[in-house]
């Protein structure tokens, strides 16, 4: 990593073919062109709302936590610390919006994912499939066991990762006219995490974490490394066959 590189950046081009695998799965192609089946459509929706519900809430709730205002108690600036609350506050009030939206769009394009669900009486609607069990677990141990980098390292790679992959079905796009109830649905979708308030969002993730300062070659910076690899890897698999 040269002196002036971002942290980021040497993630991104040291990784480039992991992160190209996990955003331009055969199923984003699909969802762009509107061809995608019902059934893997269902379950990606009904996996995603459960790492959302069970994993990123509990996630970004220990990732803020972590954050300790006083200076002299931070590994973080002043300045950073102020943007990573703001940044984290957003991400929280982001995923609640986002699991409301999965459960709305379902029910309005007649999407029949969760169909007779009651969130108060079965939150963890049913079993989840290996990977997001696996995504959750991780969420669940770097937002309590890892450091402050860690997790602005896990929250950045998520967030860019599905902004790049629902970007590139946007890049599919199919005719905006005769819409089966399917492709109102993915419309939807592929509209909320390719908004510019969602790239801000991912934007500032990248900011936090690159505002970290976290120097290349130190235990710190392969530890958060690891989590970048164990991320790209998890999001290759998160997508359903097509």
Known sequence: MSEKQKFTDYLLDKYAGDFKAATTHPFLQAAGEGTIASEPLREWLKQDYLYAYVGYIKFASALLSKIHLSPTSSSLSPSNVSRSVEVLAFSLANVKRETDFFLATASQYKLGVFDGYNARQDPLLGEYNEITRAYVDFLHAIGGLGSIEEGLTLLWGM?????????????????????????KALEQFIDNWTNSEFKQFVD???EILDGSNVQLGSDLAQRCEDVFKRTLWLEQRFWPSV
């Open 159 to 183: 967030e860019k990762a599905y902004y790049e992959a629902w970007s590139f079905a946007k890049s599919h796009t199919f005719p905006s006219e005769n819409l089966t109830e399917t492709q």
């Open 204 to 206: 500032g993730c990248a």
